[in-house]
Structures are given as structure tokens and as C-alpha cells.
């Protein structure tokens, strides 16, 4: 998928372009050869036809002047105290790696094809930096072509992608959208083979989080609360009406949307851990309602498919799924006018393994389901009486005590962003304790009882009111012995 080049960096490239260079003074002070100088001015503000007949016509000779030869240091590295040289040569090298499509598959030949260039990404700190900008542009297309040419990772290839992705994200995390682009679509570049996808999981601290901090931020939510994901409903609200989406463009959105859909290729791999750690479900599926352009429905979709399609995946993330209300705002979509058939094709396959899903859950799944997804939510059963009566112990017995732990889990958590989870929880310890009261040595063996007693004093109405209500429950039977 071919992609506009980003606008920040493409004005950079044009201003230097423009900017005459005394080629002379460089080589009367052997910053470069005469040799040098001649292959510059044979492609230097030539018609691009020209450029690519004059470089094809001798490849090593362009291969040497930017990589280096067996005598010969690469123009880079000869001109290392010349700023203006080194943007310029960053900037014709990206040039003719556009314009003569051979030439990358040349530099790779060489016995080490990123050696002037590794350096130039840590040329400076600062972000704004022109030289690891224009480094990071020609490197992208140099390793991208090389999981082109041969999906088989190599040691080089593999060290070069992860410098190169720590540079990008030292862009991406920046406050400016220009840079964050210009990242997100290099990543887009590189992220075409499963030993590229993985080395970029491995590296997810760095990588995946800043974007998905992004996303958030259009969605209008914070990484430890999403209260406001949760809260939304099924109807679907543009981003104009939802007053969401902040600073960030809908091209940066579209372009890291597509960055994860890439990485969603490697599901099994990434499935679960973009759940636990990003809550990626709830955030989707938010971004669904508030972006009903069909480009972006399109990417959206197709990531929760990529997703949910592995079956190791399923027992964890169709009940991440449901808790999102994922269902119901895919009847919602299918109730509008969508014309791509790829958009059409993953609705229904998502609708149909929901459908299938859900149609077998009881209540006592549901409830099991949202206690293993971790977030709590005042859902029909934690205030059904009916319900805790029959299924108290079963909440004990079930998978050795799987859901009391998971609780202790819970309650474990600051949650400072999201007390109601707190709430919900000290909630059902009381119901546990209430319907259950043989069972509550286990509750205590788990550290749940001194956790509950700690929460009486919380800064939150609702948590101390319910923390209160469940220590009323324990000493009620405490005082029965």
C-alpha cells in the first residue's frame, strides 16, 4: 500500500534540494574526491530519466560513492565535518533510490550495506535534528527493500531494524503530528515480514506503546482509565459530535491504524498482550463509533478479525470482545450503507463468530468473562440477588478458585483513574461473603479481607460505601462463630 510521503519531511527534502552547495571547496579540502564530484554532478538536477540511465549504467560506481569501496570511504563518512554535504547527499541518495529501482538491491550487496548510516541515527538527541530524519527515510527504503528481496532475516538486517525503529520512536513519541507521521509511515515500510513484526513486538515498550498512545488520545481516554471506552454504548458518534480526537489529524490516524493492522498479521503472537496491556478492545471499538469513514472502519475491523482469528486467542479475547459491547455496535454497522466488499466480508466474519460466542455464554460466563478481562462495570449480575445465591460457590469451585484469585487481582490495583472497578469488586466480595460464608478463609488466605478493610478509608464515595458494606458482611459472620 503506497503512501503519500509525509509533508514535514518532503519540505525538508525540497529545502535542500535547493540550496547551493560549493562542491569545489569540498574537494579542495578533500572533504570528497574529484571522482566523487563527477558521479554528484552526473544525477545533481537532471531530469529523472537521465538520473536513472546515468546511475544504471554504472551501479557499482553509485554503490561505492554511498557506501564506500575496499579503498574508499563512503561520501558520508568523508564528509562527516560538512553538514551541508551530508544533508545533501542523504537527501540525492533517497533520490535515487526512488527514481532507479535497481539500486537498492546493488547497496545490498555491499558487505555491509547500513554502515554509514547506523551512526547518523544517533547524530543528535533532538528530534527536530535534519540528518537522523534524513538518515531514518533512506534507511526505511533500504530495509524495506531488503525483506522484499528476501524475507529470510539476516543478523545485519535485523540490528539495523531495531536502531532504526528506537530512532522512529523517539519521533513518534514527540508532541509534533509532522514527526509522529513521519515515523508511522516508515513503520509501514518496515513492517512487511513476520521477523520485521516480531522484532517490533519484541521492542513493544518502545514501539507499539506510543502508538497506541495516539489512539487514546483521539478516543478521548487515558492508558489506565477507560471509563469513557466502556461508557459509550453501541451508537455510533462522529468525532465532531463526540468532541474527540484532539490534536491528532485524521491522516496520522489512518496511518497508525495502519501500522497495527500490519502488526495484527502476527495475532497469535500479539493478540493477547495488546488486550492486557493496551485494552485494545474497548478502545477499537470506541474508535469505531467515533470514525464512520469507511477507510478507517475498514482498518478497524480487519485488526479485531486478525485478532480473534487464532484459537488460542478466543478464550481470552471473544470475552474482551463482548465486555466492549463489540455485538452491538457491529449490528449497528450493519444497518449502514458500506460498499467495500473486504469491509463487508470481515463484518460478517466478526459477526459470526461473536454470534456464535455469545449465544453459548450463560450469565455465569458473562459474569466469569468480566471478571477475567479485569474490568469491572455495575453489569446486571453484581446487584442480582438471585444470581449470587446460585452461583457463590460455583465462583469459588470453578477452575481451582480461578475468579476469587483474579479478584484479589483486582482489588490488588490502584485503579486511581477508574474507581468504580473498586466499587464493583468490593461488591461482589460482599455478595461471596454474604452467599458463601464457609468459603471466606479462602477470600483471607488471598489477602482480600485487609485489602476491602484498607478501602474503607479511600479517597472514593462508592469504594469506601461498598468496601463499608462487605467488612459489615465479614464481621456479621465472624461474630455468628
Not at 519521533?171 to 507521521?181: A, N, P, R, V, Y
Not at 520485521?196 to 506510543?210: C, G, L, M, S
Not at 460498499?339 to 470481515?346: I, N, V, Y
Not at 463468530?353 to 479485569?374: I, K
Amino acid at each position: 500500500m503506497s503512501l503519500d510521503p509525509p509533508t514535514y519531511l518532503n519540505s525538508l527534502q525540497n529545502n535542500i534540494r535547493a540550496r547551493p552547495i560549493p562542491w569545489d571547496g569540498a574537494v579542495r579540502t578533500g572533504t570528497i574526491t574529484e571522482n566523487d564530484l563527477k558521479k554528484i554532478k552526473a544525477v545533481d538536477k537532471v531530469r529523472k530519466e537521465q538520473r536513472r540511465q546515468t546511475v544504471e549504467a554504472d551501479l557499482e560506481a553509485y554503490q561505492t560513492l554511498i557506501l564506500g569501496g575496499e579503498r574508499s570511504k563512503s561520501v558520508l563518512e568523508s564528509a562527516a565535518k560538512r553538514v551541508d554535504v551530508i544533508h545533501y547527499m542523504l537527501v540525492l541518495t533517497g533520490d535515487l533510490l526512488n527514481d532507479v529501482p535497481g539500486l537498492a538491491k546493488v547497496l545490498l550487496q555491499h558487505p555491509d550495506p547500513y554502515k554509514p548510516f547506523i551512526p547518523l541515527l544517533s547524530h543528535s538527541t533532538n528530534t527536530e535534528d535534519t540528518i537522523p530524519l534524513l538518515t531514518s527515510s533512506v534507511l526505511a527504503s533500504i530495509l524495506s527493500t531488503a525483506q522484499l528481496q528476501s524475507p529470510k532475516s539476516s543478523p545485519k538486517t535485523d540490528e539495523a531494524l531495531k536502531k532504526l525503529y528506537n530512532y522512529l520512536s523517539t519521533l513518534t513519541k514527540s508532541q509534533e503530528s509532522g514527526l509522529q507521521d513521519i515515523a508511522v509511515q516508515e513503520y509501514s515500510a518496515l513492517l512487511r515480514t513476520q521477523k520485521a513484526r516480531e522484532i517490533f513486538w519484541d521492542q513493544r515498550e518502545e514501539t507499539v506503546n506510543p502508538l497506541l498512545d495516539i489512539l487514546r488520545a483521539v478516543a478521548g481516554a487515558g492508558k489506565d482509565s477507560d471509563s469513557t471506552l466502556w461508557s459509550s454504548g453501541s451508537s455510533i458518534r462522529p468525532a465532531s459530535e463526540a468532541g474527540h480526537s484532539g490534536a491528532v489529524g485524521l491522516q496520522l490516524l489512518y496511518h497508525v491504524l495502519l501500522a497495527v493492522w500490519q502488526l495484527s498479521f502476527e495475532g497469535a503472537l500479539v493478540g493477547k498482550g495488546l488486550e492486557q496491556e493496551q485494552v485494545i478492545f474497548p478502545l477499537y471499538t470506541q474508535l469505531l463509533r467515533l470514525f464512520p469513514q469507511e477507510k478507517t472502519t475498514r482498518l478497524l475491523l480487519a485488526t479485531l478479525l486478525n485478532l480473534l482469528s487464532p484459537s488460542a486467542n478466543r478464550a481470552t479475547l471473544l470475552p474482551a470482545a463482548t465486555a466492549a459491547h463489540l455485538p452491538a455496535l457491529l449490528a449497528n454497522l450493519k444497518g449502514r450503507h458500506l460498499t467495500d466488499s473486504d469491509l463487508l466480508e470481515d463484518l460478517q466474519s466478526l459477526t459470526d463468530m461473536l454470534g456464535e460466542y455469545t449465544s453459548s455464554q450463560t450469565t455465569f460466563d458473562e459474569y466469569a468473562s468480566e471478571v477475567l478481562n479485569g474490568r469491572l462495570r455495575w453489569s446486571p449480575p453484581h446487584r442480582d440477588s438471585t444470581f449470587w445465591q446460585e452461583n457463590s460457590r460455583k465462583i469459588f469451585d470453578d477452575n481451582q478458585g480461578e475468579l476469587p484469585k483474579k479478584l484479589a487481582e483486582i482489588l490488588a490495583k490502584a485503579w486511581e483513574d477508574d474507581k468504580q472497578v473498586l466499587a464493583v469488586a468490593c461488591n461482589d466480595v460482599g455478595w461471596l461473603v454474604k452467599e458463601a460464608p464457609e468459603k471466606r478463609v479462602q477470600l483471607e488466605k488471598l489477602g482480600i479481607k485487609g485489602r476491602v478493610m484498607e478501602l474503607m478509608t479511600d479517597a472514593d464515595e462508592s469504594v469506601r460505601w461498598e468496601s463499608l458494606r462487605t467488612v459489615g458482611e465479614w464481621l456479621r459472620y465472624s461474630f455468628g462463630d
